[in-house]
């Protein structure tokens, strides 16, 4: 990017510029001895043209909107339309959750983000055993249609877009949605929204997995045919670093394991004979936001930047949009505090920015009680609030990838991308990302990046501002927001209801059917949404595929 | 006590965040004890079997779901029955400090919540268990 004889200037200048900081040194000596970035990296005190001279501009940048997308998937970006304000919510009942939804359209909030409980998630009707105490905790409990139909009542899903954080069961939900819409008199192709479909994450960091990694796969590819042919704007699946990150991966890890698990999906969906431009286009990827800003914004980039890449020459994708990159961010989870938790809004706003400096197009902001209980209603209009004025004050938005060029950002973006490469290529070798889940390779990898976070903080390393420095005697929080036990007890009374009211032998008939299908190798969605018309509930029709399918057993792994 | 402390690290109920589990599974180990980690959706009935069956001197389960007020008492009662109060029971993870009193009350014996130091808990652990 720059000329030879200017670099050599360059380079003569840094070096007297080392020798006089040198000597500064030797009297007086930096903060540390080491200055990390927030995955443990090395960082220098300065960065120069000297650091990216091997940059080609059109190659490795390139235009926002074109090819290879490093700054960005939309020629204008936020100049355009800004990020959907998207905030993850759903507890307790579906009548409770529709409120928090109202609210949010009301406040601001520009997309819908389903949480659902975890008996939902992982494909228990509320008087399963094993959902004794979790009915509504972590999210809405949906167990049948008529759960989904309170549960957008009043929400036109013509206007809206939905984004649905479900694994195992993506199939179902995504069923019983488009039966709303169908209610509502919206057909199937006006829809738009998400669902997450990503197991091999779940199996590596999340834990929502219900069956086996073939059957899952099969699953997955499965709906990316459907929605190609049916539900055209439907984002297919949600490509996910964000847990494998709150799991305590490096920021390079999280782009090397996502796209690894990007690329099995791609390659199970082109066996089952799925064109590659038929179905790329809707895949969809999800990062985390952490802390430290340059390395975060510079994640995203080289992220947009190897998943073009690996799409054109890995898998001879045509259409551009089958190349660029298109993700939700959420603010991270875990480096929320639970001391002074105000602080909280300070992290979230500094993680808010480097979203949105790193291109994403959706984002949740997390509330500041986060790290307590569920967030309360003042919680989230703060954390909604923060993107707002990201938005409309900061200035951030007024021009498309304002720190492109940055010596440090372009370093560092060069230098994760080059990781995750290796992790692809170690990844590869192991046989894929499943076979490496199953190894435990993945789970083993985060798991050592996290423990030698913990033990930095542990030994003041790193410092976490309330937690192990700056401390306060505190008064315990009040106000958090609480889940009653009488949710779940609520629930099971309407599932007998419904049990009692609907047509038992057409619900008896239709999960035969399912099963039939389950065992064979037609395409499952026809006969998930047959069963979910007539009120099967979520717990029946997962009953039938762990029947056919069998349970994933996890490799415990520590 | 002539050998090292064995620990039951286990996730009760189904939530999938284990990072604090395995986290506190190494430290524990790296202080010298036995670890056995049972992995993730472990029922009360499951967890309180693997720890007299592995002979266990402590229970350590970490819950982020919010399930915490129902399952944990739950192990706390089937330690009970099966007279074997003396295993110490200890939990973390996204606990409200008003839920804990409750906890206590039940038979568990601590509750860490984030952003404790595994060496706090190491050190509960040391000073607590059956000698």
């Not at chain 1, 009542?153 to 169908?182: C, H, Q, R």
């Not at chain 1, 046989?431 to 030994?459: F, L, V």
């Not at chain 1, 599932?495 to 047509?503: F, I």
Request: with cysteine.
């Amino acid at each position: 990017m720059f000329e030879k004889d200017k670099l050599s200037n360059i380079e003569n200048s840094l070096d007297e510029y080392e020798k006089v900081t040198s000597k500064l040194l030797e009297k007086r000596p930096e903060r540390r001895e080491e200055f990390i970035s927030g995955s443990g990296d090395s960082i220098k005190n300065l960065y120069t043209p000297l650091d990216i001279e091997k940059i080609d501009y059109s190659e490795s940048l390139g235009m926002p909107g074109s090819y290879p997308y490093t700054r960005g998937v939309q020629p204008n970006m936020y100049r355009g339309k800004l990020w959907t304000m998207r905030m993850y919510a759903g507890f307790a009942t579906a009548e409770e959750s529709n409120k928090r939804y109202k609210y949010l359209v009301e406040q601001g909030s520009s997309g819908l983000s389903v949480a659902f409980d975890l008996p939902t998630q992982i494909g228990y009707d509320s008087d399963h055993s094993l959902a004794e105490g979790e009915v509504g905790k972590v999210g809405v409990a949906i167990d049948s249609l008529k759960d989904m139909e309170v549960l957008f009542e009043g929400i036109p899903l013509d206007k809206v877009s939905t984004s649905m954080t479900i694994n195992a069961p993506a199939g179902v939900l995504l069923a019983m949605y488009i039966a709303v819409a169908e209610k509502q008199g919206v057909s199937a192709d006006k829809l738009r929204g998400t669902i997450q479909n990503d197991i091999l994450k779940e199996y590596i960091a999340r834990g929502t997995y219900i069956f086996p990694t073939e059957p899952s796969m099969r699953l997955i590819t499965d709906i990316f045919e459907y929605c190609s042919k049916e539900v055209p704007k439907w984002n297919t699946i949600s490509i996910s670093g964000y847990h494998i990150r709150e799991a305590g991966s490096t920021a390079a890890q999280e782009v090397g394991f996502t796209l690894a698990d990007g690329i099995a999906y791609v390659e199970a969906a082109i066996k089952a004979g799925l064109k590659v431009d038929d179905f790329a286009p809707r895949l969809s990827f999800f990062f985390n936001a952490h802390n430290d800003l340059f390395e975060e914004i510079a994640k995203y980039r080289a992220a947009r930047r190897l998943w073009a890449k690996i799409m054109k020459d890995r898998f001879g994708a045509k259409n551009p949009k089958s190349m660029s990159l298109k993700f939700h961010t959420q603010t991270g989870g875990s480096t929320l505090t639970a001391q002074q938790p105000d602080n909280n809004i300070v992290r979230v706003a500094i993680q808010t920015l480097a979203a949105v400096l790193g291109g994403t197009q959706s984002l949740h902001t997390n509330s500041r009680d986060e790290a307590l209980a569920l967030p309360s209603v003042d919680s989230v209009r703060i954390a909604l609030r923060t993107q707002q004025i990201v938005a409309h004050e900061s200035g951030v938005t007024n021009t498309v990838d304002p720190l492109a060029g940055s010596f440090f950002v372009e370093s560092i973006t060069d230098k994760i991308e080059a990781e995750a490469v290796k992790y692809i290529q170690k990844i590869d070798d192991l046989g894929g990302a499943p076979k490496a889940i199953d190894d435990g390779y993945i789970q083993r990898e985060i798991m050592d990046a996290a423990y030698k976070y913990q033990k930095e903080i542990e030994s003041n390393d790193r410092i976490i501002v309330g937690m192990n420095q700056f401390q306060i005697e505190e008064a315990r929080p009040t106000g958090l927001l609480k889940v009653d036990l009488s949710v779940g007890e609520n629930q099971k009374v309407k599932l007998a209801e419904l049990r009692n009211g609907r047509d038992n032998v057409a619900v008896e008939k239709t999960l035969l059917e399912l099963r039939k299908a389950c065992e064979g190798s037609a395409n499952v969605m026809p006969y998930i949404l047959d069963a979910v018309k007539i009120y099967a509930t979520l717990g029946e029709i997962t009953q039938v595929m762990r029947d056919v399918f069998g349970e994933y057993q996890q490799s415990v792994i520590i | 006590m002539d050998r090292p402390i064995r620990v039951l690290v286990s996730k009760p109920g189904l939530d999938g965040h284990d990072r604090g589990a395995k986290v506190i599974a190494r430290a524990l180990r790296d202080a010298g004890m036995e670890v056995i980690y049972t992995g993730l959706r472990q029922t009360p009935e499951q967890i309180v079997n693997a720890a007299i069956q592995e002979d266990v001197d402590v229970i350590a389960t970490s819950i982020l779901s919010g399930a915490h007020g129902t399952l944990l008492p739950k192990i706390a009662e089937l330690l009970k029955e099966q007279g074997a109060q003396d295993i110490l029971f200890i939990g973390g993870g996204v606990i409200p400090d008003e839920d804990i009193p409750e906890l206590i009350e039940s038979g568990v014996k601590a509750i860490f919540t984030p952003g404790t130091p595994t060496s706090e808990t190491v050190e509960f652990i040391v000073n607590n268990v059956r000698k």
